[in-house]
Protein backbone atom coordinates (compact mmCIF):
# COMPACT_ATOMS: atom_id res chain seq x y z
CA UNK A 1 0.00 0.00 0.00
CA UNK A 2 1.22 3.79 -0.97
CA UNK A 3 2.04 5.63 1.83
CA UNK A 4 0.12 8.79 1.78
CA UNK A 5 2.13 11.91 2.18
CA UNK A 6 1.00 14.72 4.08
CA UNK A 7 1.70 18.15 2.57
CA UNK A 8 2.50 20.95 5.60
CA UNK A 9 1.65 24.74 4.70
CA UNK A 10 3.97 27.26 6.54
CA UNK A 11 2.36 30.63 7.52
CA UNK A 12 4.17 33.79 7.72
CA UNK A 13 4.28 35.80 10.67
CA UNK A 14 5.45 39.27 11.18
CA UNK A 15 8.53 38.67 12.81
CA UNK A 16 9.62 39.89 16.22
CA UNK A 17 12.53 41.78 14.93
CA UNK A 18 11.18 44.22 13.23
CA UNK A 19 12.21 46.92 15.54
CA UNK A 20 15.82 45.65 15.25
CA UNK A 21 15.52 45.64 11.98
CA UNK A 22 14.04 49.33 11.56
CA UNK A 23 16.24 50.51 13.79
CA UNK A 24 19.71 48.58 12.21
CA UNK A 25 18.76 49.61 8.83
CA UNK A 26 18.74 53.39 10.25
CA UNK A 27 21.61 53.28 12.57
CA UNK A 28 23.14 52.31 9.25
CA UNK A 29 21.93 55.03 7.26
CA UNK A 30 22.56 57.89 9.76
CA UNK A 31 26.24 56.67 10.41
CA UNK A 32 26.83 56.81 6.52
CA UNK A 33 25.36 60.30 6.39
CA UNK A 34 27.73 61.23 9.17
CA UNK A 35 30.66 59.84 7.99
CA UNK A 36 29.86 61.53 4.40
CA UNK A 37 29.48 64.82 5.93
CA UNK A 38 32.22 64.49 8.72
CA UNK A 39 34.33 63.55 5.27
CA UNK A 40 33.23 66.45 3.63
CA UNK A 41 34.08 68.92 6.54
CA UNK A 42 37.43 67.25 7.14
CA UNK A 43 38.28 68.42 3.07
CA UNK A 44 36.46 71.84 3.82
CA UNK A 45 39.26 72.25 6.60
CA UNK A 46 42.05 70.51 4.29
CA UNK A 47 41.45 72.86 1.87
CA UNK A 48 41.61 76.10 4.50
CA UNK A 49 38.59 76.39 5.99
CA UNK A 50 39.01 78.30 9.29
CA UNK A 51 35.60 78.08 10.52
CA UNK A 52 35.94 76.83 14.49
CA UNK A 53 32.34 75.27 14.34
CA UNK A 54 33.65 71.90 11.88
CA UNK A 55 34.74 70.18 14.12
CA UNK A 56 32.22 70.68 16.26
CA UNK A 57 29.66 69.62 13.82
CA UNK A 58 31.93 66.38 13.20
CA UNK A 59 31.56 65.61 16.71
CA UNK A 60 28.21 65.60 16.53
CA UNK A 61 27.68 63.76 13.65
CA UNK A 62 29.64 60.85 15.18
CA UNK A 63 27.92 60.94 18.34
CA UNK A 64 23.95 60.75 16.32
CA UNK A 65 26.08 57.67 14.07
CA UNK A 66 26.77 55.96 17.52
CA UNK A 67 23.70 56.18 19.03
CA UNK A 68 21.83 55.41 16.45
CA UNK A 69 24.34 52.27 16.27
CA UNK A 70 23.84 51.46 19.92
CA UNK A 71 20.58 51.31 19.66
CA UNK A 72 20.26 48.86 16.72
CA UNK A 73 22.36 46.70 18.94
CA UNK A 74 21.03 47.06 22.39
CA UNK A 75 17.63 45.32 21.59
CA UNK A 76 18.51 42.14 20.32
CA UNK A 77 21.52 42.39 22.72
CA UNK A 78 18.37 42.47 25.64
CA UNK A 79 16.66 39.87 24.09
CA UNK A 80 18.85 37.67 24.61
CA UNK A 81 20.27 38.58 27.93
CA UNK A 82 16.85 38.38 29.14
CA UNK A 83 16.46 34.51 28.90
CA UNK A 84 20.12 33.95 30.47
CA UNK A 85 21.05 33.66 34.05
CA UNK A 86 21.49 37.03 36.04
CA UNK A 87 25.27 36.82 35.27
CA UNK A 88 24.46 37.65 32.04
CA UNK A 89 21.69 40.93 32.23
CA UNK A 90 23.58 41.77 34.74
CA UNK A 91 26.73 42.26 32.16
CA UNK A 92 24.48 43.78 29.96
CA UNK A 93 23.18 46.79 32.49
CA UNK A 94 26.57 47.28 33.10
CA UNK A 95 28.01 47.45 29.67
CA UNK A 96 24.86 50.03 28.98
CA UNK A 97 25.65 51.80 31.79
CA UNK A 98 29.60 52.23 30.39
CA UNK A 99 27.90 53.09 27.17
CA UNK A 100 25.90 55.68 28.14
CA UNK A 101 28.28 57.40 30.40
CA UNK A 102 30.91 57.11 27.28
CA UNK A 103 28.83 59.02 25.32
CA UNK A 104 28.02 62.11 28.05
CA UNK A 105 31.48 62.45 28.53
CA UNK A 106 31.67 62.09 24.67
CA UNK A 107 29.04 64.97 24.79
CA UNK A 108 30.54 67.12 27.93
CA UNK A 109 34.04 67.36 25.66
CA UNK A 110 32.26 69.79 22.87
Do not use: D, H
Amino acid sequence: MAKKKKTTTTTTTTSNYEIVKFCAFWGLVIAAIAAVVSFVIAIIKFCGGTAGWLGRVVGVCNTVSQIALIIAAIIPAYRYSRGKPAVWQAFFWVAVIFIVLGLVGINLAF
